[in-house]
């Protein structure tokens, strides 16, 4: 915290009434690219984030900086303009959360200075993104005594990635890293929004996220490319069933779904929604059971289908998500939209250096990049630090 006040006071040389907070970021341990087909999702709230400490001002002006973009300096706005702007990178997360409180008629009086400064790789599929966005919102919440609950602010910040940055994402991120559980897993309901805490451990065994170091380029309008994907498949499957989600369908009803959906590509969409559905709920049976290898066995099952299915993996995270599981991991699966970015490894302690040498070594062979590893804890969604 006083390394935190000192970089803030250093870039606003303001040292009045500071609050320090941090927002999560989040692993999804199974569950994915379904949370906006109305499926069930399993993420963990993780002990890597985003930090914020604010100041309240007595003018109408907001300045905001971030440790991670120096480069972009300060970034002043008024409260009075809060449009979109392209130059302004980062803070248009910042920006678009105020614009909607005003929008949505809550009183803002005050402007503010912030300094950001995370730990989560960019564009890594530990939705940095939403990690800000809740960060804001939940500053704003409390410095403008909005009393809204922790759900509202996760669909607030979801409508800010939706409507104002434009990548057309579903719940989860949002829902997990407002409400997460030091120590859990939630298993989340994405149409009702009814979550229930769960261990997600096996005595044993360590969970490891292994980063591909890959700079995604294209994951917005591949993401946005794959929900307009299941959206058509789900319009065509409405002509015979009545439902609002593909995932309200079972593994039973794909032979159904095969003559209604001609497009073969649309078909493997509605297929990885429908079996992935599946997946997470068995995977809570098997964390009940304590039973590791099934629930391997539903990890690894999962990335297949993101692989063949809903083609969102890629060579890097093929070479990662093999290797491990050749090298010491039990169950391993891309983790996030894809296209780069990490998976997750299920690993028994005994295992777990000897796998990060030999993924290091074979992937660095393979890529020319350097894998990273990071051991994380599952921890409590945002909040102030005290």
Known sequence: MKQLIAKFTHIFGNTENTKVYYSPGRINIIGEHIDYNGGYVFPAAISMGTYGVVSARKDHQIRLYSHNY???GIIIVELSSLAYQDSHGWANYAKGIINLLKQRGYKIPFGFDLYVE???PIASGLSSSASLEVLVAYIANDIYQLN?????LALLSQEVENDYMG???GIMDQLIIACGMKDKALLMNTVTLEMEASNATFEGYQWVIMNTNYQRKTTDSKYNERREECEQALSMLQSNYQIQYLCELSPNDLPGVRKLIH???LYLRAKHAITEQARTKESKLALSDNDVIKFAKLLNQSHESLKNDFDVTGMHLDTLVETALA???IGARVTGAGFGGCAVALVENKNIER???????????KTGLNAEFYDVTFVDGASEVK
Request: net charge positive; with cysteine; proline share 0%.
């Open 70 to 72: 120096k480069a972009q």
């Open 118 to 120: 995370g730990n989560l």
């Open 148 to 152: 809204i609950s922790r759900v509202d």
């Open 167 to 169: 990548m057309h994402c």
């Open 263 to 265: 497009n073969d590509i």
């Open 327 to 329: 090298h010491g991991a």
């Open 355 to 365: 796998m990060k040498i030999k993924v290091k070594e074979i992937y660095l062979k």
